[in-house]
């Protein structure tokens, strides 16, 4: 029986398809990152990492690898608890030797729009961040090439990293950018504040006045409530890469970005943190110093401390005409109000959700 050209035509273009399509197949799933659009486009991805389903998957398992510490007893996840956004709820973490660490455990949140990283901003990329507690001696104090070697007797990492990056042969720079890729993926945009940003949630009245409040700028002059938060932490996204000296102390034990810079005008100056989940992340400031919420709006509210480099956002302000300048001058209700609106900043939703847990568990 004779089988017509045009069959012969069809039955190529078929398998060509089929060849072509399962050639696109072959290697990492690119995976798209959902987030709204009022947190910008402006994130910091490399060229050389571009995030994968099989990246991700990747980083995190190395995320809660306990075999990455020296010890074999600490991970990422040791200090960066999902349940508290990714610290620890302690003043300062300890290490593999037990010692405290120098500062504060930051919060893991829309790291994606992060360009520099610690509090001092000492290091550029998500990349380099992820290998200095990897190998601090004082944090998980392990090489990245006894780390690579240690997983590489291991099938599943082989396999991982197969998948991930095209080779089974593990490295400390694949170690590094798979657990990079993971933390991109840290997306906190579901709180009741994205809710009502997106028109699905109604704010308590004090709500609305605490959002008032964070965005509004004290002018006792013309009679106007004010908080000025928002000078310092921005938008919905509630974080600009900046660095301020917020007023606490006059001559501060640590000097902060001026280890980094070397110029006196950055004394006292830290990174401006996220106030994504920021309920969850007690205590709070660089050293750890303030327990609860109420104690950092009684900061701000009544004691401030002077100095040569305080942040000018936080002089000349008030909603006193009496103000000395370093006063907002809110009252109880007003404080109470603020609290209510940080607190719909907490995002049940990233603390709960399975694409970031312990895949150990």
């Keep these: 029986m004779q089988v017509s050209g045009y069959k012969i035509l069809i039955s190529i273009l078929l398998v060509a398809g089929l060849s072509i ?3 696109r197949r072959q290697g990492p ?76 455990t930051m919060s893991l949140v829309n790291l994606l729009w992060v360009r520099n990283f610690f509090w001092d901003g000492r290091v550029a990329g998500l990349e380099m961040q992820a290998a200095v507690p990897l190998t601090n001696a004082h944090e998980m104090g392990q090489s990245l090439e006894v780390s690579a070697a240690l997983l590489s007797k291991e099938v599943v990492y082989r396999s991982l990293f197969s998948k991930a990056f095209g080779t089974d042969s593990l490295t400390g720079e ?74 606490l102390d006059t001559i501060p034990a640590d000097s902060g970005r001026e280890k980094v810079s070397g ?12 106030l994504r989940n ?19 709006l009684s900061h701000y509210n009544e004691h ?14 008030g909603n006193s005409n009496a103000s000395d300048g370093l006063t907002l001058g809110l009252t109880d209700r007003e404080k109470k109000d603020l609290l209510a609106f940080l607190h719909i900043l907490t995002d049940s939703t990233f603390i709960t959700d399975k694409r970031f847990s312990d895949p150990f568990r």
């Design 278 to 296: 920021i309920a969850l992340t007690a205590p709070y400031m660089h050293d750890g110093r303030f327990k609860t919420l109420e104690e950092v």
């Design 174 to 247: 694949g170690i590094v950018k798979a657990l990079s890729q993971f933390e991109r993926t840290l997306v906190s945009a579901d709180a009741p504040y994205d809710r009502y940003l997106r028109g699905d949630y109604q704010p308590t009245a004090a709500e609305l006045n605490g959002i008032s409040l964070f965005y509004g700028n004290p002018d006792a002059a013309r009679n106007i409530r004010g908080a000025g938060c928002a000078h310092c932490h921005g938008g919905p996204k509630t974080y600009i890469e900046l660095y301020h000296n917020n007023g």
């Design 263 to 274: 110029q006196s005008y950055d004394r006292g100056r830290f990174r401006v943190v996220s």
């Design 21 to 23: 399509a399962g050639f």
């Design 304 to 317: 401030i401390k002077p100095s040569k480099t305080l942040s000018p956002f936080l002089q000349g302000v």
């Design 29 to 104: 799933e690119p995976l798209r990152i959902d987030y709204p659009a009022y947190f910008g486009n402006r994130t910091f991805v490399p060229d050389d990492n571009p995030t994968t389903v099989e990246g991700v998957a990747l980083g995190r398992r190395l995320f809660y690898e306990k075999k990455l510490s020296a010890s074999q007893q600490i991970s990422c996840g040791t200090c960066h608890r999902q349940e508290l956004a990714f610290t620890d709820g302690k003043a300062f973490s300890t290490g593999v030797d037990g010692s405290p660490q120098p500062r504060n």
